[in-house]
């Protein structure tokens, strides 16, 4: 966005002069400043002294003072009653995509060389690979976000086959209430060391939000869930993406430095990286004394950045410490 509010008059001028040269919208409307001069825009914003107007979908911030008295009174009139925006519809690779909740269940085809490699080196006749996808309220693509993948544990071959989307729901409401996306990515091989599903769909995701790979993301799970999650944040890294957190809940095991050696991930990826690892007090499958290892397992492979926080319980996923968690990696984003 531009803004004016501190540009000479002359500039003032010649930003107008700028805007007379697109065709005006049908619902603009005409706007004169103090020099006389005429634009039609929209007004989407007051901020403080300045009116944001909007052409060409573009924004621009002008001083309310330079505008005609005609336009300072309508102003005033709109702020009293602003108009009431219909929601924006979104969309995801022209599929329906809805907000505040919902879980948006969406499957793609593979590549003719993706489908050629899960025949010969797999031998599965998959063709396709799905995305769950979580948006909060006020989702827009186009802004910066914060992404949360959630891992299962696969323990034994029901779990495997269940896939990732079968814990979304634990974790859907802490990254709802942090204004975080939350999204899993599943195939029908259910093998959590098969990176080809979590790779198209990381493509696909590039593709369709050109702003993706910007973002800040952060995975973790639950026990098994809380060591595959590496593999995520690994490829992640590999691909460029920004990793933030991790978050180990009653985890009895590091793998983070494992994942890293297996998909060849960039040591330098992980300096970003922020571990929350959760345990419960009375837990005897992943104690506090082994999460208090598995911390120093971190530090010593290079994810310096952790913090380990105990809860009355046992061996169970606690879900306040998720949203803590979301908040403190935002905190050390921002550091």
């Not at 911030?61 to 979104?90: N, T």
């Not at 879980?103 to 060389?113: G, H, P």
């Not at 891992?151 to 209430?177: F, H, M, Q, R």
């Not at 300096?271 to 082994?290: H, M, Y």
């Amino acid at each position: 966005m531009r803004s004016v509010r501190n540009q000479n008059p002359g500039k003032l001028t010649f930003l107008l002069l700028v805007f007379l040269l697109g065709s005006p919208f049908a619902t603009a409307r005409a706007w004169k400043n103090d020099t006389g001069q005429i634009i039609d825009a929209d007004l989407v914003a007051v901020r403080g002294e300045s009116a944001v107007l909007s052409r060409n979908g573009k924004e621009f911030v002008f001083p309310i003072s330079k505008l005609s008295e005609e336009d300072r009174k309508f102003i005033k009139e709109w702020q009293a009653h602003p108009p009431v925006i219909p929601p924006r519809k979104l969309t995801f690779a022209g599929q329906p995509l809805e907000t505040g909740g919902k879980v948006n269940m969406l499957e793609f085809d593979y590549s003719s060389s993706v489908l050629k490699e899960l025949k010969t080196k797999y031998r599965s006749d998959e063709t396709k690979f799905r995305i769950a996808i979580v948006v909060p309220a006020n989702f827009d693509p186009a802004k910066p976000q914060h992404v949360y993948i959630p891992c299962s544990a696969t323990n034994n071959p029901e779990e495997a086959k269940a896939g990732n989307v079968k814990v979304i729901g634990e974790y859907t409401k802490a990254c709802l209430d942090n204004g975080w996306i939350c999204l899993t990515t599943d195939s029908d091989l259910g093998i959590t060391a098969n990176f080809i599903a979590l790779e198209n769909a990381i493509e696909k995701l590039d593709n369709e939000w050109p702003n993706f790979r910007r973002w800040g993301f952060a995975t973790g799970g639950f026990s098994g869930g809380g060591k595959g999650c590496y593999y995520v944040a690994a490829q992640l890294i590999r691909t460029d993406h920004r990793v933030i957190g991790t978050f180990m809940g009653a985890c009895n095991e590091d793998w983070s430095a494992k994942c890293r050696d297996y998909l060849k991930a960039p040591i330098a990826g992980y300096r970003t990286v922020n571990t929350f690892l959760s345990v419960g007090k009375n837990d005897t499958l992943a104690t506090p004394e082994i999460c208090a290892k598995n911390e120093q397992s971190l530090h010593a492979g290079g994810i310096t950045s952790t913090r380990l926080e105990l809860f009355d319980g046992g061996h169970v996923l606690h879900k306040p410490h998720i949203d803590v968690a979301l908040k403190w990696f935002v905190e050390k984003e921002a550091k």
